[in-house]
């Protein structure tokens, strides 16, 4: 696999732990002393909304700072147009990112209505913006050091 895809592959399982709420799965990701800033991109410029240190902090915040999902729901990050770039054993990656909210509807006690097809229940988007990952390769796989995540709507975290 090339270095490039390697480098997606390690966003796709970003992506798969914060829709699961997998705390450790997102810690194993990132260096020991890994740095995550959030923003919001306003209309006054860049807002600061926070900033989480280590692996510890970052799975905890996964873990327990994220809402957990409702029955018959879940989440969906979506990244798209990535611009990867790769230096020795540095490389970044910058993406786009909708995260998209999905609550099924509770199939009715005597079943689905004649003619009832598709999917049932709502899909809405819920964030959006950049994603901007720095990585380094120390004897070893990949791991994320810096991450920036800036939002386009208003967030509070």
Known sequence: MSTENEIREIVSQYTR?????????MAKLYE???VVEVHYR?????????????????AAAVTTAM?????LGWSHHTTYDHRVSVDGDEASIETQFITFDVVGTRKPEGGWPAGTFGA???IKPIESGYYTFDFRRTDGPWRIRRMGIVHDIPYVF
């Open 42 to 58: 306003g209309p006054d410029g860049m807002e600061p909304l926070g900033t989480l240190s280590g692996a510890a902090q970052i």
């Open 17 to 25: 732990a914060a829709d699961q709420r997998d705390g450790e799965a």
């Open 32 to 34: 020991t002393d890994a």
């Open 120 to 122: 049932q229940g709502t």
């Open 67 to 71: 809402v957990p999902h409702p029955p």
